[in-house]
């Protein structure tokens, strides 16, 4: 100040958004903040100086002016730091509400829950309904005005809090989902590029020898490798669709889990198997169709013309086929269970020997 005087507690001034705090590059942290200081300078009009409403106001005032910005911590746990304390204050904010403003505050507040579906609005609609029903004169009122302002003060805290905390879950899940994500994302890439790995170093191997493929010509693990990398980035690809589609309606617990590192190593082992699976069943030809490999003509030649690409023989119809039942084993969760559910029931039908016919 001009005078030098130490600045009392109802003057301070509106919050310093500096460059390097985490409210000030978070918009909606910094209008919210904003919001509570407007609304701080409007219930300053209508509260009287010196009462419980005003030092809660005072109280408000000082914890937005000096709002906190926990910089030990990283920037999402200084965020969720962050908007605790803005809650915090907000729920300060609700005791000073003077009580002729209650019925309009809670109104406004449960329009805003149903807006953000708030589980028990109706519940918390149906309390205040019968805190404020109009009574006649055979049924007088059985409390006190102060124990009904109590009452109602208290509904406005809880309609808060459901409020804050669907935010809060909303913004949790937000983050959650998108680390999920992201690892997912990784793990995609990584088996796409496990796949791709053989047919790299094929064209290595080809370039350098002139065209010959002698040094891979004994390469006869590649169809159940490239099976086997199909599968597990179908699984991926599978469980990433599913999260993107799915993410609102997962619990917390469920989506904190799909992030997890021993998730992402299940969902990539169920891929592995099924497209193992399914490999082993088409090699012993119990799936039979025009849309099943031949596996006798996955094979290598030494030499393939100077005017072709080993791609037009390497990856030819019928292992294109296998890769394709081999993706759909990883991405889909139903074809080896109806695969194995056929072949069981297959055999049950199967014609039984005398022998097990007679008991024997």
Known sequence: MANGAPESEEQHGSPELSSD??????????HFLTALWIKVEYLAELVENGSSAHKILVTVRRGIAEFKDERRLHYHERLNSAWTNA???????????????????????????????????????????QMTASQDQTHPPVIDADERESRLRSLLVDIIQGIQWQ????????????????????????????????????????????????????????????ALAAGLFGAYFSRLLYLQKNWSLLEYDELAAAGQLASLILRGII????????????????????FV???????????????????????????????????????????VPSILGRTEASLDSSPKPPNQLNGH
């Open 293 to 335: 490999p031949d596996f006798s003509k996955m094979t290598f030649v030494s030499r393939i013309p100077p005017d072709h690409l080993p791609a037009t023989f390497l990856i030819g119809k019928d292992l294109s086929l296998l890769i394709v039942w081999s993706f759909i084993a990883g991405f889909s969760e139903r074809l």
């Open 167 to 226: 935010l809060t879950r909303k913004y949790a899940f937000r983050n959650l989902q998108r680390e999920a994500t992201r690892k997912i994302i990784y793990a995609a890439a990584a088996s796409f590029a496990l796949f791709l790995l053989p047919y790299i170093a094929i064209f290595f191997v080809y370039w350098k020898h002139d065209g010959s493929l002698n040094e891979i010509r004994n390469w006869i693990g590649l169809p159940l490798l490239t």
């Open 271 to 290: 891929g592995i198997c099924g497209s193992a699976i399914v490999f082993f069943f088409l090699h012993a030809e119990i799936i039979t169709g025009s």
């Open 21 to 30: 705090a985490v409210f000030a590059r978070d918009v909606l942290l910094s």
């Open 87 to 129: 809650f915090r204050l907000e729920l300060l904010l609700a005791l000073a509400e003077p009580p002729k403003r209650l019925l309009p505050e809670l109104q406004a507040r449960l329009a805003q829950a149903d807006e953000e579906k708030v589980a028990g609005a109706s519940r918390l609609r149906g309390i205040l309904q």
